[in-house]
């Protein structure tokens, strides 16, 4: 009973193949009102599949998704985001011939639920201070005019999730926010994220960054070759002997 109130997302037998090659096989996980999961494992291992059948971007061959105690297992992305799970990507998708503020404006939570009117007729002041709000967060307030396509990859990677937070989302799914960026940005991106973690009621973050998951999780699942291979608190868990051989195995993360 306790389980269940306290879960989330319930994950349960979840396989997705593509052409003969298993990229999930019998996943199972619970993700914890409340936490931030940290989900690693080597290059390969079904980290963004996981992410991508589980935000209804790839239907999975078996298994069930319950989301806040509904099956959510054959729905699509945009029927996901309207009920509160948003993400962002491994690979930066922003409207680059947008400003900064657009970017954050069409993304808020009324365009989500009424994606027909226009970014102009909602230039209104509760959506613009709630969206520089985001900004301000994000540091990016003085750069709300540019162009989204101008901004440095750190910048671009914190206006992904200032964007996937305008939706007011319940659970956020971060696939690499941190890829590419140097010790100084990845350490205040870990601040930021801390802090996103009020608004939403639980946070699931890829990244290969060992101490930024050690300070970020609550918990960490680690993947490998489609499989979870360990699960716990993330001191225990990145002690753990097959974690170890699982990116020793590899020539470590590529990007
Ligand atoms: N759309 C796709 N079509 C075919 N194979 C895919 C697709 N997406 C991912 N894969 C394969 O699934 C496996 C897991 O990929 P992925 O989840 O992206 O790994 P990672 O843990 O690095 O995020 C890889 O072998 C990858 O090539
Ligand atoms: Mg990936």
Redo the contacts with the bound molecule.
């Keep these: 009973m306790d389980e269940v109130s306290q879960s989330i997302l319930a994950v349960e037998g979840l396989s997705k193949s593509?052409?003969g090659?298993t990229?999930l096989e019998s996943i199972s996980l619970e993700v914890i009102h409340g936490e931030i999961l940290g989900l690693m494992?080597?290059?390969?291992?079904?980290?963004?599949?996981?992410v991508?059948v589980v935000t209804g971007f790839?239907r999975p061959d078996t298994g069930t998704i319950n989301f806040g105690g509904r099956d959510i297992t054959h729905l699509p992305s945009y029927a996901l985001a309207r009920l509160g799970i948003a993400r962002t990507y491994?690979n930066i998708r922003l409207l680059r011939r947008m400003t900064v503020l657009e970017n954050v404006l069409v993304a808020t939570k009324d365009h989500v639920e009424q994606p027909f009117r226009s970014v102009l007729a909602r230039n209104q002041s509760s959506f613009v201070t709630t969206a520089l709000a985001l900004l301000e967060q994000f540091h990016l307030a003085d750069k709300r005019d540019w162009l989204a396509g101008a901004l440095a990859y750190g910048e671009a990677r914190r206006l992904e999730i200032a964007r996937a937070l305008a939706g007011k989302p319940s659970l956020l799914f971060l696939?690499e926010p941190a890829a590419g960026m140097n010790e100084q940005e990845t350490e205040e991106l870990a601040g930021t994220i801390r802090s996103s973690h009020q608004m939403v009621e639980a946070i699931v973050i890829?990244e290969h960054d060992v101490a930024m998951m050690r300070e970020l999780a609550d918990r960490l699942v680690v993947?490998d070759s489609?499989r979870k291979i360990a699960e716990g608190r993330p001191n225990d868990v990145l002690a753990q002997p097959n974690v170890i051989e699982a990116y020793l195995g590899t020539d470590g993360p590529d990007d």
Aim: aromatic fraction near 14%; hydrophobic fraction near 40%; charge should be positive.
């Design positions: 593509f052409r090659l990229a494992g080597p290059n390969g291992a079904g980290k963004s599949v996981f991508n790839y491994q696939d890829i993947m489609g």
